[in-house]
């Protein structure tokens, strides 16, 4: 196997990251207060769907990644929307 | 496949034991035969007792009312029955015993990508299987909701649920850890010149297999860590009297459990694949579309769970969905049957036992297949749901597609394991009568559910009576030819004549070494210069 480049994040950008997880978190908190009704799920995935891009791209590399890893995840992202979409055809027209 | 495949005079896996002695040289080894192995006896061990239980439930149903158990004896056997069969042995069967066998020797590697990993897979196996068995004898008696653990039903009753919960998602774990470590072996441990579609169709199998496990089985992991929060802390995320939904259980159950199927089913078909060109001395047919079809009914798969909740309540526009996604679903699976029955066709056939295992599997599959199609067109599912139908079809697909393809494998990959040969006319006579039996026994449910009669009853009308005679018979017939396969094959590990290393001429990498093969399967990592399945 050919030796493969490491790349190496900075513990300033790391500490970046978790400072914006953080206060995305704190958000999500800070939006129950508010009355938003049906779009409070959505809010919510929103806000986790962000941090979990973070989290993928960063924290687990994917940005520095081969793209093979990141068409597999993107695939597997894909597949679990789908999956949703799928069960939304049951929940919004029963 | 290769010829720079090298064998020095090394001992065999058997006789290497790493300085171990009894039964550590098992429990303690990280070699990917040995593990395919302890797999095989855990696997086997179950069975008798899921075949124990079957047959209780036939007895049960031989005469009309009360024959040995009453209807919470019978509801109790039924869903251990079930549970034991799906999650201790259809589910990790193929890919569990021969895919640790097999895949790295295939694929020409020396073992799996991570051994360790491999052996703890089977402890956390083990572990389940004692939690779920256990649900048989502790406190509240046995679990009563079906395999299936349906809320609101499953965290109310006030059997034994927790520990067949628990056993089935530790078991959840055991099937990701073996998946994600078939996936990095094919990716990572091929050998130089093996090219993915220059791979054999049962690695292929157990590729599409092992994305199933990794991203489906977390789901049921999931679900059934809610329904304990249910019976636990009593959330109410199922419960309609708190504002949750009984059918979004059904969904994430399903979301798992249908993929499930086609964990169980795709590494049969890879085996049968290795199979019939073995046995026809002919290159597959259509080795490509055999791969395509693979992936696609992974894929596939993966959006069809809905019909088995067509009766459930859900919407309209779902119901129609998933009835258009299962017909999809069939096209891949009839192209590997004509794949199979096109690489036959002008073949020099070998009427060998794993060969009358393959053909049958093909013929109990087509029933299978078909009858799916019944069950997936919402007009006619309506009729025959949960009716003894489903029941049938269900074991023509799952036990007559997974059970006849693992003793299809059993027999054809058993002078590889044990360098010994099998008695092949007590071999034939053990499929023969199983075979009878087995049509004898499923044959008349699919009769008896159209004409309607429930699935999961102890008890029945007494025009049902004939076919359900017919049934319990056939169930004791297969049960004696299962006897002679595998008295059969105990016999021959220990005293068969010695193997050669190419009994049957396959051309695949598993062929070029010894029987049984030495502890790293070759001396020197082979380079893959020609086409699988070649015969010149």
Known sequence: ?94 | MSETVKQGAHKSYLEETGGRKGIFKWILSTDHKRIGLLYLYSIMTWFVIGVALGIMMKLELIAPGKTIMGAQAYNATFTVHGVIMIFLIVIPGLPAVFGNFLLPIQIGAKDVAFPKLNLFSWYIYVAGSILVVASLFAGGGPPDTGWTFYAPYSFKTGTNMLPAVVGAFVLGFSSILTGLNFLVTIHRLRAPGMTFMKMPVFPWTLYGTAWIQLLATPIVGITLLMVLGERIFNIGFFDPAKGGDPILYQHLFWIYSHPAVYIMILPAMGAISEIIPTFSRKTIFGYRFIVISTLAIAFVGYFVWGHHMFTSGMSGTALFTFSILTFIVAIPSAIKVFNWVATMHQGSILLKTPFMWAASFIFVFLIGGLTGLVLGALATNVHVHDTAFVVGHFHFIVFGGTGFAFFGAVHYWFPKIYGRMYDESWAKTGWLIFFIGYLALYGPMLYLGIKGMPRRYFDYLPEYHGPNILSSLGALVMVSGFLIILINLIRSARHGEKAEANPWGGTNLEWQISSPPSLENFDEIPTIDKATYKYD
């Open chain 1, 1 to 94: 196997m050919a030796e493969e480049k490491h790349h190496i994040i900075s513990y300033q950008k790391l500490l970046g990251v978790l400072g914006i997880l953080i206060v995305l978190t704190l958000l999500s908190v800070a939006i129950t207060e508010i009355e938003l009704s049906r779009w409070a799920t959505i809010a919510a995935l929103l806000i986790a769907g962000i941090k979990s891009t973070f989290v993928l791209l960063i924290f687990m590399h994917l940005r520095f990644d081969q793209r093979i890893f990141r068409v597999m995840v993107g695939l597997i992202i894909a597949l679990v929307l789908v999956v949703i979409f799928i069960t939304m055809l049951d929940f919004m027209f029963r």
